[in-house]
């Protein structure tokens, strides 16, 4: 209990610490925004009776009555301001123009906001911070709302019989997780990630590529029968790099990995690889346990088509793309996965060898189902997707699809 | 939420707000509504005395919807006085409230303090394109023409692109004005438009044709036509220009081709540097060629037909003058299957020169290239419109010489009761040109109907007597 009490005392204080200091600063720079008292005269207008007659521009007095108090302050606080404040002060008036802006903004948001090529690049990148700024301040509500129903909890039971259970439960499962991957890394089939597209990618783009990869090596870990994971042409300060560390922190040096700074054809036999890419004319048709596949670490928002296909052809190895048209009746999208997607893929491709099993990992909003299924449920199914989605154009919606699909089926 | 209609008490307006449904954002939505409906003036007033009253501050975002709907109806006096009241209150502006500010100061008589309001802009940021237009037209349409030239030159040294609005602004305001400097402006608008190929639509066209009938003692006479496929103008007889490139724009668009479109980011995204230094010795022993066939895509013309029995056509068609041809295919062509067949195929080779890509390869790239290097009399057929290469290139200037280029060099084909029907490829570039004392403009028939690929077939034609 202690323990937890300093534990909430700590949260308190470095949450609240950094909020006082903004606000501060914000008073500074907004001396004017700050609300008015109500000036005697308007408590004499007020007490008039309703029914006399409007004054249409009394508003116009209530805002320039202000005016005469903070004169003064505002003649002592006008001096040159940096780019930096500047910057600042439009985005609180853009805040106040009711667009989305995040409220706080650190002094490395707002260089990176500065940097922006175009007015809507500037837009864009506002967007996403307000954004990220909402989720976080719903995250806290909720963790708020829990350790208040926690803390009620607690004191209702013995709880901490039960949570050192929890601990111990953990902590094993971590174990028997980290033999798995031992193995794995001695006897285990490899899986390479080409960690060469730096610079074809925007920061965002590197920053979510990390992302996907911390997940897929998440989902590998606490797999059956782990993949030997290769991290290769990983140069040691690279923006990859940088990521990495930032989501692992201390733990980066502990995975149960293989980080190379070398490509693939030095670690492997070249006849051995087969890079995967969306652009390979060659479909997968089965998984092979003695290849070793190679997925490109790469997240192409404005796709980019023929990247990976043309390194894969520099080096000559052998491609291939995943069967997605002839198991799934694909809908919309690009034929791209994320990098999680395809470890989901490739694991119970491995464990299983059943494709249907495998592509139930492809997002359900890029395909209608799979081909398997009878074709006039499907139709059925699509049907009712139109009429919902497109209302009265069904009839020639369904038209126009049931002649692509009897072309697919001819194709095939 | 309708808004009231007449100017309604503190009680009323709190009664109101009682009955919406979430108090916290009627203002925001009723002046929304306002906006909308156009309610009087008064109305909002009496909702901003209103909010003044009980919270002792209007919030800056009621404030630009005030301003807004002052705007929408002309109330110069109201503008200004908001624009006092956010001066006081706030240190800078956002754009939204200078955007409305600067339009409705603009169409008043006050107009010059919207120019001060731009000047005010362009400190803590750039102007956009259509304050530039207000002020533009404010400034013309009380004849400080040179007010209104500085801001227009201003904005292209900013790389804003003018509206058709303000340039059309310029030709009507100076109807019947004199001045050498003047017309050597309004000329350099023409010469703007035929530098980025910008075609105006008839109402442009018409101020142009009424400026130029208007310059005292210019003598020039205006007539709407139509060119002939030779290229000759039906009212003057005058020749127009010619899409060739001249030679230093050529060897630019090629160098072009080969390093952004064939080369770009990575030899290997589009071809293998081993095929491409095949293709250029393939090209190399045997250029000129008169016409270049993007075999595949003329394959698929009829798809009822075999795709080699289309290209069979197409090769014959094309091969009777004694034309020496290229076709450029992938080497799957060559397998003999139930589209292509190897007797079909033999018989081609005869008649013309045959280079066979590889299957992921993209043979566009090359088609471009043996076009380019075989010279300015050599063509091309494909009905691609080569639009994801013309991205390719890095700039616009070169985007233009390649479109130029495409104009008067490709030769699409079209069906016609499966006859193979050749649409020649232009002779005359569309584009605004003048000979000093002639000048032919093409426009569009209205403001937004044209396809990027079509060029209108209509022009203005202006001859100086």
């Known amino acids: 209990m202690q323990s937890a009490n300093v534990l909430l005392k700590k949260i308190v204080r470095s949450s609240v610490l950094p909020f006082a200091a903004q606000h501060g600063m914000k008073k500074d720079l907004f001396p004017l925004s700050r609300a008015l008292s109500l000036s005697p005269c308007l408590k004499q207008d007020n007490s008039r009776s309703p029914s006399e007659k409007l004054d249409l521009d009394a508003w116009k007095k209530v805002m320039k009555s202000g005016l005469q108090e903070e004169v003064s302050e505002t003649v002592s606080e006008r001096k040159e301001l940096s780019d930096l404040a500047a910057a600042r002060e439009i985005l609180e008036m853009w805040r106040l123009a009711g667009r989305s802006v995040p409220e706080n903004i650190s002094e490395e948001q707002l260089k990176t906001f500065m940097d922006c090529p175009s007015k809507s690049a500037k837009k864009k990148y506002l967007k996403y911070l307000h954004l990220k700024e909402l989720y976080k301040k719903n995250d806290k509500r909720k963790m ?22 929890v601990c111990l439960w953990a902590s094993c499962m971590d174990k028997a997780y980290s033999w798995r991957v031992a193995q794995s890394m001695i006897f285990g089939q490899p899986l390479v990630f080409d960690m060469s597209y730096e610079k074809d990618m925007s920061v965002r783009e590197v920053a979510n590529t990390v992302r996907q990869i911390v997940l897929s090596e998440g989902s590998n870990r606490r797999s059956l029968d782990p993949f030997h994971i290769h991290f290769c042409n990983l140069k040691d300060d690279s923006l990859y790099h940088k990521e990495f560390i930032k989501h692992y922190k201390e733990a980066w040096g502990k995975l149960l990995i293989t980080v190379t700074d070398q490509c693939y054809t030095d670690v492997f036999p070249k006849d051995k690889l087969i890079y995967l890419t969306a652009d390979s004319p060659k479909v997968m048709k089965t998984f092979d346990h003695d290849k070793i596949y190679i997925v490109g670490s790469m997240v192409d928002k404005s796709i980019k088509t023929g990247i990976s296909l043309a390194r894969a052809k520099r080096l000559g190895l052998e491609t291939a793309a995943l069967p997605l048209e002839k198991y799934l009746l694909w809908n919309a999208g690009a034929k791209n996965l994320t990098l999680d997607q395809m470890m989901h893929i490739l694991l119970t491709l491995k464990d299983t060898g059943d494709w249907k099993a495998a592509l139930e990992f492809v997002p359900k909003r890029k395909h209608y189902g799979f081909v398997s299924k009878p074709v006039h449920e499907l139709k059925k199914t699509l049907n009712l997707i139109n009429t919902l989605k497109l209302g009265k154009r069904q009839e020639e919606v369904r038209k126009q699809f049931a002649k692509n699909y009897s072309r697919k089926l001819t194709q095939k | ?88 209150r706030f240190r800078i502006l956002e754009s939204g409230a200078y955007n409305l500010l600067i339009r409705g100061l603009s169409n008043s008589d006050q107009w010059r303090m919207a120019l001060t309001l731009l000047e005010e802009v362009k400190k803590i940021m750039i102007p956009s394109r259509t304050n530039y237009e207000s002020c533009i037209k404010a400034a013309s349409c009380h004849q400080e023409m040179n007010v209104a030239f500085e801001l227009y030159h201003e904005m292209l040294a900013k790389d804003l692109v003018p509206t058709l609005d303000v340039l059309q602004a310029f030709f009507d305001f100076n109807r019947g004005m004199k001045g050498a400097e003047l017309q050597k402006e309004l000329f350099g608008i023409l010469l703007y438009l035929r530098e980025n190929q910008i075609y105006p639509h008839k109402t442009f066209m018409r101020s142009i044709k009424l400026w130029f009938e208007s310059i005292p003692g210019g003598n020039w006479r205006g007539h709407l036509t139509s060119i002939k496929d030779s290229g000759q103008c039906p009212v003057c007889n005058h020749q127009l220009e010619d899409s060739d490139l001249t030679e230093e724009e050529y060897n630019n668009l090629r160098e072009r081709i080969i390093r952004d479109v064939i080369h770009g980011t990575d030899t290997f995204r589009k071809t293998s540097p081993q095929e491409f230094e095949a293709f250029q010795a393939f090209v190399e022993n045997r250029f000129p060629f008169d016409i270049v066939i993007d075999g595949l895509n003329v394959s698929h013309i009829k798809p009822r037909k075999r795709q080699c029995e289309n290209l069979f056509d197409a090769v014959n068609c094309l091969a009777k003058e004694n034309a020496r041809l290229l076709v450029l295919g992938r080497k799957h062509m060559l397998v003999n299957s139930s589209n292509w067949k190897r007797e079909i195929m033999k018989e081609m080779q005869n008649k013309a020169d045959f280079f066979f890509a590889e299957n992921i390869s993209e043979d566009d790239a090359f088609l471009l290239y043996a076009t380019l290097r075989s010279g300015k009399h050599c063509k091309f057929v494909t009905r691609d419109f080569l639009r994801d290469h013309k991205a390719c290139l890095s700039d616009s200037a070169t985007r233009h010489l390649f479109r130029k280029w495409q104009r008067g060099h490709q030769i699409s084909k079209k069906m016609f009761l499966s006859v193979f029907i050749q649409q020649p490829a232009l002779r005359y570039d569309c584009v605004v040109q003048t000979t000093g004392d002639t000048w032919h403009i093409p426009y569009k028939d209205t403001f937004e109907e044209k396809y990027s690929y079509r060029v209108p077939r209509k022009w203005l034609c202006i001859q100086q007597k």
């Open chain 2, 1 to 88: 939420i309708e808004p009231p209609e007449k100017p309604l008490q503190a009680e009323e307006w709190n009664r109101l707000r009682e009955s919406f449904g979430s108090p916290e954002i009627f203002e925001e939505v009723m002046f929304n509504n306002m906006i909308r409906c156009n309610s009087p003036i008064d109305v909002a007033k009496s909702l901003l005395t209103h909010v003044a009253k009980s919270n002792g501050d209007v919030a800056y975002n009621l404030l630009v919807k005030y301003l807004a709907l002052c705007v929408q109806q002309g109330q110069t006096s109201e503008i200004r006085d908001v624009y006092d009241i956010m001066k006081i």
């Open chain 1, 144 to 165: 708020d709302e829990k350790r208040e129903r926690r803390l009620e909890t607690a004191s209702k039971t013995d709880e901490t019989r039960s949570k050192s259970f």
